[in-house]
DNA sequence: TCTAGATACTACGAGATCGCATTACTTGGA
DNA sequence: TCCAAGTAATGCGATCTCGTAGTATCTAGA
């Protein structure tokens, strides 16, 4: 179950599903203004706010990639900065109405991508979301630091 | 199934786990002085020459980044391009010996990480696989262009 | 209380990605 | 045989990613 005939393996597929994800949702997305990625960190900020440390083990970029995100962001008046409590080194960043407003329009692109998706993977879904998860799970495991 | 109580869904889990993937196999062939995005273009044109065309179908990627992929690769001496029998527009992008030595050693880097993921994913790595490439097929189908 | 070491973030810069516009070749039709 | 339209790849430039080095703050120990 390691490499099938064609020489490929988990992680290939997985290269391989996320790229043909990234490719169709950057071009649906293009009218809302956000990249796949940017969208991806909106829909976490709107959950709730987030440190940059946080954000960055969240989507395991390095902080400096962070870092750049929340200034485009914030240049953009989509996302603020709120002091943190109990930490003069850091903050949360928290997601403005215009930026919630941002998410909102490029949900309405995104929407029609995921139901069409869903609907191909039909009730496998689930599964599908399930074998995601444990890789992820797996991949963190492997190197630690992650969420 | 369609979003979860998370407000997560199956695209966003393809996101955070394709983002652990890189990360960690990022660091783990650096030594080898390739990404894993480069690790795995090596290791598919090891298998056999491609146009570059072919090559941005097959991973999604737009043509600029697949002709700037190609001018990396031959600076570094690993990539030679083989005229197309065919077609004068165009020419294979075939690994040199030297591009087969590094997928090799980069191949020894990465073999423990993909060992390391199956032996957490267990018995269930094929139908991972499985839903990988179910979930590529459904997007390839969205948008018209994939392989 | 003071300080050494750890930790959170960022300035900066090198290099990567990719859109637009262009060049080079191929192809189908007159 | 020509040519108009289509297709493959690239030059260029704007923007993004992220490593190195540095600043600000926190924390534990003496």
Same mark, same amino acid.
């Given at each position: 179950?390691?490499?099938?005939?064609?020489? *490929?393996?988990?992680?290939?597929?997985?290269? #391989?599903?996320?790229?043909?994800? @990234?490719? /169709?949702?950057?071009?649906?997305? $293009?009218?809302?203004?956000? @990249?796949?990625?940017?969208?991806? /960190?909106?829909? /976490? #900020?709107?959950?709730?706010?987030?440190?940059?440390?946080?954000?960055?083990?969240?989507?395991?970029?390095?902080?400096? *990639?962070?870092?750049?995100?929340?200034?485009?962001?914030?240049?953009?008046?989509?996302?603020?900065?709120?002091? +943190?409590?109990?930490?003069?080194?850091?903050?949360?960043?928290?997601?403005?109405?215009?930026?919630?407003?941002? +998410?909102?329009?490029?949900?309405?692109?995104?929407?029609?991508?995921? %139901?069409?998706?869903?609907? %191909? #993977?039909?009730?496998?879904?689930?599964? /599908?979301?399930?074998? #995601?998860? $444990? *890789?992820?799970?797996?991949?963190?495991?492997?190197?630690?630091?992650?969420?």
């Amino acid at each position: 179950m390691t490499d099938d005939a064609s020489g *490929t393996n988990v992680l290939f597929d997985l290269w #391989l599903a996320s790229r043909a994800a @990234t490719s /169709v949702l950057d071009e649906a997305l $293009r009218p809302a203004g956000l @990249t796949a990625d940017e969208f991806a /960190v909106y829909s /976490v #900020l709107v959950a709730a706010p987030l440190t940059p440390g946080e954000l960055a083990s969240w989507m395991a970029a390095p902080p400096t *990639t962070v870092s750049s995100y929340v200034r485009r962001f914030e240049a953009r008046g989509h996302v603020r900065r709120l002091p +943190h409590p109990d930490d003069g080194r850091s903050y949360r960043v928290e997601l403005t109405r215009e930026g919630r407003r941002a +998410h909102q329009r490029a949900g309405a692109l995104f929407l029609p991508v995921l %139901r069409d998706v869903e609907a %191909r #993977l039909g009730r496998s879904t689930g599964a /599908v979301r399930g074998a #995601l998860a $444990r *890789t992820r799970t797996a991949l963190d495991v492997v190197r630690p630091g992650g969420a």
